[in-house]
């Protein structure tokens, strides 16, 4: 009797590791290749916190190497802006190409990386701005992942403005979301 327990449990054992083993080397994230999509809310606020808005934001990035992707991103908000005593209501938009380089190779996976791009709309000046931007990547399934970042953006209209813009005419864009490499 005991020869039939420890036989059954011996077969059942063998029977259940390919399982262990398939989950186990369940792969997370995109490989050299891969495209991915997101799509998340968006706000920013300026230095002061006085001004903000909130709105959508959609990026499509190729994956130069598995842990560096380089995309296109594009930016809808609806602002409330303070100015000398009036608070006004506008639309506007940005556009921007980045690149990131994520850490690590398992489900969650922070990063930092750098934009480049444009500002326009209702309420804003039309300006050229740079940014850099950090975050992280958490992978709930193979190839779904949730999306927390964080952008400071300095403004600028020419070149000349663009070494003192990072001091005094810098915003934070903050995203959360949703993307799906494929």
């Given at each position: 009797?005991?020869?039939?327990?420890?036989?059954?449990?011996?077969?059942?054992?063998?029977?259940?590791?390919?399982?262990?083993?398939?989950?186990?080397?369940?792969?997370?994230?995109?490989?050299?290749?891969?495209?991915?999509?997101?799509?998340?809310?968006?706000?920013?606020?300026?230095?002061?916190?006085?001004?903000?808005?909130?709105?959508?934001?959609?990026?499509?990035?190729?994956?130069?190497?598995?842990?560096?992707?380089?995309?296109?991103?594009?930016?809808?908000?609806?602002?409330?802006?303070?100015?000398?005593?009036?608070?006004?209501?506008?639309?506007n938009g940005s556009t921007?190409?980045?690149?990131?380089?994520?850490?690590?190779?398992?489900?969650?996976?922070?990063?930092?990386?750098a934009s480049l791009g444009?500002?326009?709309?209702?309420?804003?000046?039309?300006?050229?701005?740079?940014?850099?931007?950090?975050?992280?990547?958490?992978?709930?399934?193979?190839?779904?992942?949730?999306?927390?970042?964080?952008?400071?953006?300095?403004?600028?209209?020419?070149?000349?403005?663009?070494?003192?813009?990072?001091?005094?005419?810098?915003?934070?864009?903050?995203?959360?979301?949703?993307?799906?490499?494929?």
């Amino acid at each position: 009797m005991i020869r039939i327990k420890t036989a059954a449990i011996t077969f059942c054992l063998l029977g259940a590791l390919p399982l262990a083993v398939s989950a186990q080397s369940a792969e997370f994230g995109p490989r050299e290749g891969d495209r991915e999509f997101s799509l998340s809310g968006t706000g920013s606020n300026d230095r002061d916190f006085n001004s903000g808005s909130f709105g959508v934001t959609g990026d499509l990035g190729w994956y130069l190497q598995s842990n560096v992707v380089a995309g296109i991103r594009q930016s809808i908000n609806y602002a409330d802006i303070e100015g000398q005593g009036v608070t006004d209501d506008y639309w506007n938009g940005s556009t921007r190409g980045y690149i990131d380089y994520q850490f690590l190779n398992d489900r969650a996976r922070p990063f930092v990386g750098a934009s480049l791009g444009g500002i326009y709309g209702d309420g804003v000046k039309d300006s050229a701005f740079a940014g850099l931007e950090g975050g992280l990547k958490y992978y709930v399934l193979a190839k779904t992942y949730f999306l927390a970042r964080a952008e400071y953006q300095f403004l600028f209209s020419d070149s000349n403005d663009a070494t003192d813009a990072f001091q005094d005419d810098g915003i934070w864009a903050y995203t959360v979301g949703l993307g799906y490499n494929f």
